[in-house]
Every structure is written in structure tokens, then in C-alpha cells.
């Protein structure tokens, strides 16, 4: 039974990981500002639905002393909240006070959760594996169509998280790695979007299960393709 920490598991991505890693018997401590909306255990494994807003040091120290207390390691952390901003707006929408609230969940609220948390990884038996929710509008060499000024930007600056991360786990056996999920039909994602929920998880659950040094620091998209900077 492996030890999961998902963040923002109420709904889309988050919610499919609680149910599929619960499903195949691992052990989840889901994080959510609502958490009584995550998805109950199913299968053979566990869910410990627990409150966090990764806004807020506190509500992030709090999560990490709750799941402390029932295990004494963690072998996986899904750095999976994340919010949006309207997407598309050009430079004359552009509002400071929103881009700071996207990154502080996007970028600081990973960071946050990742060093609350440090400690139960280092003490993973096959060592620690810490797997980002970025996505390729992150990609500052993809970025042809512009736009986006929070969402983007912050994408780009957890993506420098990670690799710093992985750079700081290397002589501990913790990775860190930043996943592309797709253009997924989420709340976020729209119903334009070719992949299901099922298609994006199914396939980064995959590649977060053999994260491994090679791929440490490394931006993939959900087929295993290294994508660009």
C-alpha cells in the first residue's frame, strides 16, 4: 500500500486520482478546502479526507501534522491544486491583485505543501516522489498565441519550482517532476477538450508511478514526451 497526498481532491483531476489510487488499495490523505466533498474510499485502500487551503501557511502546516500522525512517511505528493484566470486576457485586463492570488495557489501553494511535507518523504522507503500539476502553457517556447498573464507565468514559475526541488532531493532519493496533463473536459479544461478525466489520470498515473533521477526536474506531458521550456 503506497502513502499518496493529493491536493485540491474535491473535483476534476484530483478527485479521478482519490478514486483510482483508492480503488487499487493505496493509502490517500486528500487535501481540499471543502473536503466534504472528496470522493470516499473505495476498493481496498484508504482516504483520509483532510481540510487545506494551499494559500494559508497555517492550513498547510495543519495538514501536514494531521497526516503525521498516522503515517510515518509519505511516498508520493500530488502537488494537484491549482486555479485559473480567465485564460485569455489581454494586457489591458491585465489586474495585478489577480495574478498575485494565482500564484500564490499555482506556484507558492506547491511550494508550500512540498516543504510542509519534506520531512515524511525523506523517510519514503524507495524514496520520496514529489508530481506537479503544471501544464504546457507553462512552455515560454510554446507560448505563440500569448494571452494569460497569470495563468501562464505561473505555470512557468512552478515548472522552476519543481527543478529546484529535484535539484535540493538529489542527494535525499526525492524527485520532483512537472506533469502536462492534457487539454482535459475539467471544469477548467472546458468540454471542447479531447481527453476525459479517465485518459489524463489513467496516463500520468503511469508515469508518476515510475518517476525515477532520469526523469527528476524533467517537464512531461502525459504521453511521456518531454516537453519544452
Given at each position: 500500500?503506497?502513502?499518496?497526498?493529493?491536493?485540491?481532491?474535491?473535483?476534476?483531476?484530483?478527485?479521478?486520482?482519490?478514486?483510482?489510487?483508492?480503488?487499487?488499495?493505496?493509502?490517500?490523505?486528500?487535501?481540499?478546502?471543502?473536503?466534504?466533498?472528496?470522493?470516499?474510499?473505495?476498493?481496498?485502500?484508504?482516504?483520509?479526507?483532510?481540510?487545506?487551503?494551499?494559500?494559508?501557511?497555517?492550513?498547510?502546516?495543519?495538514?501536514?501534522?494531521?497526516?503525521?500522525?498516522?503515517?510515518?512517511?509519505?511516498?508520493?505528493?500530488?502537488?494537484?491544486?491549482?486555479?485559473?484566470?480567465?485564460?485569455?486576457?489581454?494586457?489591458?485586463?491585465?489586474?495585478?491583485?489577480?495574478?498575485?492570488?494565482?500564484?500564490?495557489?499555482?506556484?507558492?501553494?506547491?511550494?508550500?505543501?512540498?516543504?510542509?511535507?519534506?520531512?515524511?518523504?525523506?523517510?519514503?522507503?524507495?524514496?520520496?516522489?514529489?508530481?506537479?500539476?503544471s501544464s504546457l502553457m507553462g512552455s515560454i517556447e510554446d507560448c505563440?498565441?500569448?494571452?494569460?498573464?497569470?495563468?501562464?507565468?505561473?505555470?512557468?514559475?512552478?515548472?522552476?519550482?519543481?527543478?529546484?526541488?529535484?535539484?535540493?532531493?538529489?542527494?535525499?532519493?526525492?524527485?520532483?517532476?512537472?506533469?502536462?496533463?492534457?487539454?482535459?473536459?475539467?471544469?477548467?479544461?472546458?468540454?471542447?477538450?479531447?481527453?476525459?478525466?479517465?485518459?489524463?489520470?489513467?496516463?500520468?498515473?503511469?508515469?508518476?508511478?515510475?518517476?525515477?533521477?532520469?526523469?527528476s526536474g524533467g517537464f512531461l506531458e502525459h504521453t511521456g514526451r518531454?516537453?519544452?521550456?
Open positions: 500500500m503506497a502513502v499518496w497526498v493529493v491536493t485540491g481532491a474535491n473535483r476534476g483531476l484530483g478527485a479521478r486520482f482519490v478514486d483510482v489510487l483508492s480503488a487499487r488499495g493505496d493509502l490517500v490523505f486528500a487535501g481540499a478546502r471543502d473536503p466534504a466533498h472528496v470522493p470516499a474510499s473505495g476498493g481496498s485502500g484508504v482516504v483520509h479526507p483532510l481540510p487545506l487551503d494551499v494559500r494559508d501557511d497555517r492550513s498547510v502546516l495543519a495538514f501536514a501534522e494531521a497526516i503525521a500522525q498516522t503515517t510515518q512517511h509519505v511516498d508520493v505528493l500530488l502537488n494537484n491544486a491549482g486555479v485559473a484566470d480567465g485564460r485569455w486576457s489581454s494586457l489591458s485586463d491585465v489586474d495585478p491583485e489577480t495574478m498575485l492570488d494565482v500564484f500564490d495557489v499555482n506556484t507558492v501553494g506547491p511550494l508550500r505543501t512540498s516543504r510542509a511535507l519534506w520531512g515524511l518523504l525523506l523517510n519514503a522507503p524507495e524514496g520520496g516522489r514529489i508530481a506537479h500539476i505563440a498565441s500569448g494571452r494569460s498573464y497569470a495563468y501562464r507565468p505561473s505555470k512557468t514559475a512552478l515548472n522552476m519550482v519543481s527543478k529546484i526541488l529535484a535539484v535540493e532531493g538529489q542527494p535525499h532519493g526525492i524527485t520532483s517532476t512537472a506533469y502536462h496533463p492534457g487539454w482535459v473536459k475539467t471544469d477548467m479544461g472546458g468540454e471542447h477538450a479531447p481527453l476525459t478525466i479517465e485518459e489524463s489520470v489513467g496516463d500520468l498515473l503511469r508515469l508518476i508511478d515510475r518517476q525515477n533521477p532520469s526523469v518531454t516537453l519544452p521550456w
